[in-house]
């Protein structure tokens, strides 16, 4: 049993839950549905919370987390920030652009036979 000089006040946790999400970033070797998992996880907190950063400041939440991802992947989607209405469009967006990343090119065997002079 906690006792009340423990308890943390709901401003502090609020603080903590803010410092939390303005810090993390996505790990190199985890995915953007892991990293995304996290971000919406510390947001649904501070919702509870009562803070309302997710409702009222959506473009906020959506920069940030674009800012949050791999580099790689964030240089592809800041100019189309715009077009995210919502966290999750933005979280899809950049699950395809991983993808891509992820995805070796296409090779293609050109027949050289056909090239004059070879």
């Known amino acids: 049993m906690l006792r009340v000089g ?3 006040s709901k401003e502090d946790k609020c603080r903590h839950l803010a410092s939390e999400l303005s810090a993390i970033t996505q790990d190199p070797v985890k995915s ?14 501070l919702q509870k919370l009562d803070e309302k950063i997710g409702k009222e400041c959506k473009t906020f939440v ?3 987390f674009i800012s949050k991802v791999k580099p790689a992947n964030s240089q592809q989607l800041v100019i189309k920030t715009a077009e ?4 999750e ?10 993808l891509a990343f992820q995805t070796p090119p296409i090779v ?9 002079g070879i």
């Open 84 to 87: 995210f209405s919502t966290l």
């Open 32 to 45: 953007v549905e892991e990293f995304s998992f996290r971000y919406k996880k510390l947001l649904h907190q």
């Open 89 to 98: 469009k933005a979280v899809k967006a950049t699950c395809r652009v991983e």
């Open 108 to 116: 293609v065997n050109v027949n050289l036979s056909l090239v004059p």
């Open 62 to 64: 959506i920069l940030q």
């Open 6 to 8: 423990f308890a943390k």
